[in-house]
């Protein structure tokens, strides 16, 4: 029997760095992933890497994966009212999928219905998101936005981990790979990323 895939969802300006270490961990476990977006054209990063993603959206067979990843992006605006990304999300809501969130990413997940009763932590502000009129309060029940993580930081740590989910900010990029690689209990060498801790 194959192993399961990893999806990562991919768009234009997402952030290369923020999955950087996410990668290297996929490559050291041999942990085989898919690369999902809205366009058969190269997305382009943040930093001006162009990718040609595997598959488009629409080509998901959820039975293939017990996993996905979003990456943070420079500017949701393109994508925030993208119907297509999130009927791709939804279908990933089942307790068997794990999932890894970074930066503003997690407000799609909380859009698609992913977070509902779950915390978790996002790179935004709740005030910028209801001023212009992207969500409703309810939706972003359950969110520790950006000021509130700055407040509580110590408390938190590198990240939340609600159930199945894992959300971080973008500082955080390398400690939130490192534990979404534990999630799925890949084999891999967290003190190539200088994790030098012992469990």
Same mark, same amino acid.
């Given at each position: ?75 949701? *605006?393109?994508?925030?009212?993208? =119907?297509? #990304?999130?009927? !791709?999300? /939804? ?8 999932? +890894? ?46 000021? *509130?993580?700055?407040?509580?930081? =110590?408390? #938190?740590?590198? !990240?939340? /981990? ?8 973008? +500082? ?28």
């Amino acid at each position: 029997m194959s192993k399961k895939k990893t999806a990562v969802l991919l768009y234009d300006d997402f952030s290369n760095y923020e999955f950087s270490v996410m990668l290297s961990i996929f490559l050291q476990a041999d942990k085989p992933y898919t690369t999902f977006s809205l366009t058969k054209d190269p997305v382009r990063s943040e930093e001006g890497l162009k990718i040609v993603c595997d598959a488009l959206v629409e080509d998901l067979n959820i039975e293939e994966f017990d996993s996905l990843v979003l990456t943070g992006c420079m500017d949701l *605006e393109p994508i925030i009212n993208e =119907e297509r #990304i999130y009927s !791709f999300l /939804k279908q990933f809501d089942l307790p068997r999928i794990k999932i +890894a969130s970074i930066s503003s990413t997690p407000f799609l997940l909380a859009r698609a219905g992913l977070l509902k009763n779950k915390r978790y932590l996002a790179g935004m502000l709740k005030e910028e998101l209801l001023k212009h009129g992207h969500t409703t309060i309810e939706e972003l029940e359950g969110m520790v936005d950006i000021a *509130e993580y700055r407040e509580s930081y =110590e408390e #938190i740590g590198h !990240f939340i /981990k609600d159930g199945n989910i894992l959300t971080s900010v973008g +500082a955080f990029f390398r400690e939130w790979a490192i534990e979404f690689g534990k999630m799925l209990e890949l084999d891999f060498e967290s003190g190539w990323y200088g994790d030098f801790k012992k469990d």
